[in-house]
């Protein structure tokens, strides 16, 4: 990729680690806390980084007391292990049914804003994103991609106290094959 945009002269752009794309990422957060108000916990989708590190910007500015939670599947925790020892972890690509989480590692201006502004990393199971897209097909008549389902699959199954709090969660994503959605929802009967 970088050969070809160095050959026709063209800029790359990196899906995820990338001043524009953390700014355009942390819109979500944003509209999320102007309709609600102040939140106390935000949790949020990771893979690279760019959604998180962009939402715990907007939340840091509007919301200064929020805890923002990053969440990626327990197969692929780069992310988390990156987190907690301050030091960029990489990773084989991880096997879980969460595909848009299957990065290897976070993008590095993406790590400095998460280390900066980010409470914690979380992971959840394959199992756990499967019991989360179904509460949202059978309650919410929402489909709901893997890698969408991973702040909501913490909140609900992650054992931390939220009960009476405002809690947010981004919920990004609904690219998931019927087939397949199929699948994982007849696996979990």
């Keep these: 990729m970088h050969a070809l945009a160095h050959e026709r002269g063209l800029t790359m752009i ?3 680690d990338h001043a524009d794309v953390i700014a355009g990422q942390g819109t979500a ?4 806390i102007d309709e ?21 910007l907007a ?10 939670y990053g969440v990626e599947p327990e197969a692929g925790n780069d992310g988390q292990q990156s987190f907690r020892t301050g030091e960029l972890t990489r990773i084989a690509t991880p096997k879980t ?5 299957q990065t290897q590692s976070l993008g590095q201006l993406n790590f400095a804003l998460i280390r900066r502004d980010v409470s914690d990393v979380l992971t959840v199971t394959d199992a756990q994103l499967v019991d989360a897209m179904r509460f949202f097909a059978e309650r919410m008549k929402m489909l709901v991609e893997p890698t969408g389902a991973l702040g ?8 931390l106290p939220l009960q ?3 809690v947010g969660v981004i919920v990004s994503g609904g690219n998931v094959d019927l ?10 009967s």
Aim: one cysteine or more; aromatic letters at 8%.
């Design 152 to 159: 909501f699959a913490a909140a609900w199954h992650g054992g």
């Design 29 to 32: 957060a944003k509209e999320l």
């Design 36 to 56: 609600a108000g102040a939140l106390d916990c935000l949790f949020v989708c990771l893979g690279g980084g760019g959604l998180l590190a962009g939402s715990a």
């Design 14 to 16: 990196p899906p995820f």
């Design 164 to 166: 009476g709090k405002r």
């Design 59 to 68: 939340a840091r500015a509007l919301s200064p007391d929020c805890k923002i």
């Design 179 to 188: 087939r397949r959605f199929a699948e994982l929802m007849g696996a979990a």
């Design 97 to 101: 049914i969460a595909d848009g989480a």
